[in-house]
Structure formats: structure tokens, C-alpha cells
């Protein structure tokens, strides 16, 4: 070999030890940002499909369940407003004109059946019972001159004519004292109170207002010394150990809802109120209007719930929740786990520990806590339930 073919080979050496020196350096250089990519295809291999670590996980809270199939049931919620049952509700009024002479009950105040509210003072009532006593006095003084005129017609003393006057006279007075009678009662008199009234011949002035069953006195419109009229409310008792809730519910709902005592099984109501937002209240339904409100297009729902501890107070807003029967055996996963983006509805399936993909699923209905699941999904299947928007905003927020 000549000098010059050894120069050109020791050149061609140090040429292929520098370029390999430069591409470790490169590679060196390189590595950490081509780890980067790879990890990042790595995470986004496939459309639709995300990897996480377990880093991210717990840090993004992300939870799974599998996908069970269960009894499920619809629901409706509609607003309500607490009412007094109107089958346990007074209006207390008077039916004579009077003043006022003491009140005994204030508001809020438990009455029992019976118990005095009030006591009045009526001129109107005296006269009557004045009336009555006269009518029945000229009466008694009638009768016993129709009798001795019988008995002189007997003797010839006196005449037919005469006897038949007497006669008139009384039965004229009989009409009048049963006019009497019948003024009292319609004044609040008792049958009792009217034979007392014939016993002792005393004129009583005085109309007691009593509670007329066991009760909360809800309302009181009137003090010591005013004339109240017989048109007037003087006081509202209510039992309130059982309440009503009114609601309006629209057309399109009619058909959810099912009477208490209509054949197959009863439907569950819940109502809901915001002083006691953790509790729940069970009512059942007691009447569905039968005709609707021509501008609102809606129908009058009434429940009944009993309220023993009276926390349902009347004029309270409460929210109805209105569940259908049970459906058997549907498959449904937590509200918490469904997306939405414009019109798609998807979640995400565990494919391994660190692989999610996205899942479009046609839906059915909802309770407010399961939502039925109609199509794209198998029982089984895994499902993230919670940390599932972390999940769509980074997988989403690189493909829009």
C-alpha cells in the first residue's frame, strides 16, 4: 500500500468516528424532547382514546364503576305550595251582630274540640230570645182559652163562632212562637240551649265562639271591644297534623301521573322543601283535576302527607317528585358520568387501567341520579363516574 492510499484511509476513519460522535451527540441532544413525543402519541394513539398515569388519575379524582343492570324509575318534579287539609279547616264566624267582649286564644295557639275562643255581646240575640218568651207566654194564654171555650160549648154558654176565634187565635200563635224558635236557631241556639232557655226564662246575651274540633289557631281577626258582623272571620282553626300540597302540572305530564287507589301499584311521591333540604317527605296523591286551565294548560295535582311534627307549614314552596312504577333489569349509569358536547352525549369506558376511550350512548330517562342508558353500552363495562370532564377537556380541548 503507497503513503497515499494510507492518508486516504486514516481520513476516511477519523471522518466515520466524527460523524458518529455528532450523531450521539444528536441523539443525546434529541433524546428527551423524542421521549416527550413518543409519550404524547403514546397518549393519543387512537381518535377518541386517552392514556393517563396514575399521577393524573388521582389528581384528576377519576373513579370507575361497572356498568349493572338494576330496577330503575322514571321521575317527575314539579313545584308545589303547602296548604291546611280543608277537611280540617274553620273558618270561625258568628251569625249574629255583636261586640266583642273578651278573647281567649291568640295566634298559634293549640285548642281543644270545644274550647272557648271568644265570648260576644248581642242585642239581636236578646231581642229574639225576648221574642221567643212573649210568643210562647201569649201562646200558653191561648191554649187555655181555647180549652175553656170548648168546654162553655159544651155548656151552650157560649157560641160555635166564638170557640172557632179562640181556636184561630191559637193556632195564629203557635206559628208565631215556632217563628221564634226557628230565629234562635238560626242565631247559633242549641236545642239545649233553648230548652234552658224555656226552663229558666233568662235572657242571655252572651255568644260564646268555640273551637268547633282539636286544633292550631292559624288566624284571629279581632280584639276586645269592636262589633264584628256576621260576615266577618273572626277566627281560622286548622289541624295541621295532616297538610295538603297543591301543584300545576303541565299536559304533557298528565298521563305520569296516577291517582292513590287506582289499580296496580301505589306510586311514590316525595316531597321536598327548602327549610329541611336534607329530608324528604312521603305524600301519596289524592286528586288529579279533571279539567284543564284553558291559559296555563295545566291540571290540578293535590297531595296529602301527614305532618306529625307540623314542619310543614301552610304557604311553604315545596318541589313534588313524582316517580313512575319500576322498570326491571334496564341498564343505566350515574348522571355524573355522562358528557355533553353540542349534541353528543358519551362517556368514557375503562379499556385497561391507564386507557379511557370515548363512547357516544343514546339515553333514556332520567331520575336525577340514574340516567337510563339505551344503546352503546354493555352490561359490564367499565365507566368513569367521577373526573370524567377532566378527561373530556383534554381530550376534547386537542380535537375541536
Given at each position: 500500500?503507497?503513503?497515499?492510499?494510507?492518508?486516504?484511509?486514516?481520513?476516511?476513519?477519523?471522518?466515520?468516528?466524527?460523524?458518529?460522535?455528532?450523531?450521539?451527540?444528536?441523539?443525546?441532544?434529541?433524546?428527551?424532547?423524542?421521549?416527550?413525543?413518543?409519550?404524547?402519541?403514546?397518549?393519543?394513539a387512537q381518535?377518541?382514546?386517552?392514556?393517563?398515569?396514575?399521577?393524573?388519575m388521582?389528581?384528576?379524582?377519576?373513579?370507575?364503576?361497572?356498568?349493572?343492570?338494576?330496577?330503575?324509575?322514571?321521575?317527575?318534579?314539579?313545584?308545589?305550595?303547602?296548604?291546611?287539609?280543608?277537611?280540617?279547616?274553620?273558618?270561625?264566624?258568628?251569625?249574629?251582630?255583636?261586640?266583642?267582649?273578651?278573647?281567649?286564644?291568640?295566634l298559634?295557639?293549640?285548642?281543644?274540640?270545644?274550647?272557648?275562643?271568644?265570648?260576644?255581646?248581642?242585642?239581636?240575640?236578646?231581642?229574639a230570645?225576648?221574642?221567643?218568651l212573649?210568643?210562647k207566654?201569649?201562646?200558653?194564654?191561648?191554649?187555655?182559652?181555647?180549652?175553656?171555650?170548648?168546654t162553655?160549648?159544651e155548656?151552650?154558654?157560649?157560641?160555635?163562632?166564638?170557640?172557632?176565634?179562640?181556636?184561630?187565635?191559637?193556632?195564629s200563635?203557635?206559628?208565631?212562637?215556632?217563628?221564634?224558635?226557628?230565629?234562635?236557631?238560626?242565631?247559633?241556639m242549641?236545642?239545649?240551649?233553648?230548652?234552658?232557655?224555656?226552663?229558666?226564662?233568662?235572657?242571655?246575651?252572651?255568644?260564646?265562639i268555640?273551637?268547633?274540633?282539636?286544633?292550631?289557631?292559624?288566624?284571629r281577626?279581632?280584639?276586645?271591644?269592636?262589633?264584628?258582623?256576621?260576615?266577618?272571620?273572626?277566627?281560622?282553626?286548622?289541624?295541621?297534623?295532616?297538610?295538603?300540597v297543591?301543584?300545576?302540572?303541565?299536559?304533557?305530564?298528565?298521563?305520569?301521573?296516577?291517582?292513590s287507589?287506582?289499580?296496580?301499584?301505589?306510586?311514590?311521591?316525595?316531597?321536598?322543601v327548602?327549610?329541611?333540604?336534607?329530608?324528604?317527605?312521603?305524600?301519596?296523591?289524592?286528586?288529579?283535576g279533571?279539567?284543564?286551565?284553558?291559559?296555563?294548560?295545566?291540571?290540578?295535582?293535590?297531595?296529602?302527607?301527614?305532618?306529625?311534627?307540623?314542619?310543614?307549614?301552610?304557604?311553604?314552596?315545596?318541589?313534588?317528585?313524582?316517580?313512575?312504577?319500576?322498570?326491571?333489569?334496564?341498564?343505566?349509569?350515574?348522571?355524573?358520568?355522562?358528557?355533553?358536547?353540542?349534541?353528543?352525549?358519551?362517556?368514557?369506558?375503562?379499556?385497561?387501567?391507564?386507557?379511557?376511550?370515548?363512547?357516544?350512548?343514546?339515553?333514556?330517562?332520567?331520575?336525577?341520579?340514574?340516567?337510563?342508558?339505551?344503546?352503546?353500552?354493555?352490561?359490564?363495562?367499565?365507566?368513569?363516574?367521577?373526573?370524567?370532564?377532566?378527561l373530556?377537556?383534554?381530550l376534547?380541548?386537542?380535537?375541536?
Amino acid at each position: 500500500m503507497t503513503n497515499m492510499d494510507q492518508i486516504a484511509r486514516t481520513w476516511s476513519l477519523r471522518a466515520a468516528v466524527v460523524s458518529g460522535l455528532l450523531l450521539l451527540a444528536g441523539c443525546d441532544a434529541k433524546g428527551p424532547n423524542q421521549a416527550t413525543g413518543a409519550a404524547v402519541e403514546d397518549k393519543k394513539a387512537q381518535p377518541g382514546v386517552i392514556r393517563v398515569t396514575d399521577e393524573e388519575m388521582q389528581s384528576a379524582g377519576i373513579q370507575v364503576e361497572p356498568v349493572v343492570r338494576s330496577e330503575f324509575r322514571t321521575v317527575r318534579s314539579f313545584p308545589g305550595t303547602v296548604v291546611p287539609n280543608e277537611h280540617a279547616l274553620a273558618n270561625i264566624t258568628t251569625l249574629v251582630r255583636g261586640r266583642v267582649v273578651d278573647v281567649y286564644v291568640d295566634l298559634g295557639q293549640e285548642v281543644k274540640s270545644g274550647a272557648l275562643l271568644a265570648i260576644l255581646y248581642s242585642a239581636e240575640l236578646g231581642m229574639a230570645q225576648s221574642s221567643y218568651l212573649k210568643a210562647k207566654a201569649k201562646l200558653y194564654v191561648a191554649e187555655r182559652s181555647y180549652q175553656r171555650a170548648r168546654t162553655l160549648l159544651e155548656e151552650k154558654v157560649i157560641g160555635l163562632a166564638e170557640a172557632q176565634r179562640r181556636e184561630g187565635e191559637m193556632i195564629s200563635l203557635r206559628a208565631e212562637e215556632r217563628e221564634a224558635q226557628d230565629r234562635l236557631r238560626l242565631l247559633g241556639m242549641t236545642e239545649e240551649e233553648i230548652q234552658h232557655l224555656d226552663r229558666e226564662q233568662k235572657i242571655r246575651s252572651y255568644v260564646p265562639i268555640t273551637a268547633p274540633f282539636d286544633s292550631r289557631v292559624i288566624a284571629r281577626n279581632l280584639t276586645k271591644g269592636e262589633v264584628v258582623e256576621v260576615t266577618e272571620k273572626l277566627f281560622t282553626v286548622a289541624d295541621l297534623s295532616d297538610v295538603w300540597v297543591l301543584a300545576n302540572i303541565p299536559e304533557k305530564d298528565i298521563p305520569f301521573i296516577k291517582p292513590s287507589g287506582s289499580s296496580g301499584p301505589s306510586q311514590l311521591v316525595e316531597v321536598l322543601v327548602n327549610a329541611y333540604p336534607d329530608e324528604v317527605f312521603h305524600g301519596k296523591v289524592t286528586y288529579v283535576g279533571d279539567v284543564l286551565d284553558a291559559k296555563t294548560r295545566t291540571m290540578n295535582l293535590r297531595l296529602e302527607l301527614p305532618n306529625p311534627e307540623r314542619k310543614l307549614k301552610p304557604e311553604m314552596y315545596a318541589t313534588i317528585r313524582v316517580y313512575s312504577a319500576p322498570e326491571k333489569d334496564v341498564l343505566a349509569v350515574p348522571e355524573s358520568a355522562i358528557q355533553r358536547d353540542r349534541e353528543r352525549k358519551f362517556l368514557f369506558v375503562q379499556r385497561d387501567p391507564h386507557t379511557f376511550e370515548l363512547r357516544e350512548v343514546k339515553l333514556g330517562e332520567s331520575d336525577g341520579q340514574m340516567v337510563k342508558v339505551l344503546d352503546g353500552l354493555l352490561e359490564g363495562e367499565a365507566v368513569v363516574t367521577k373526573g370524567a370532564f377532566v378527561l373530556k377537556s383534554e381530550l376534547l380541548g386537542e380535537q375541536i
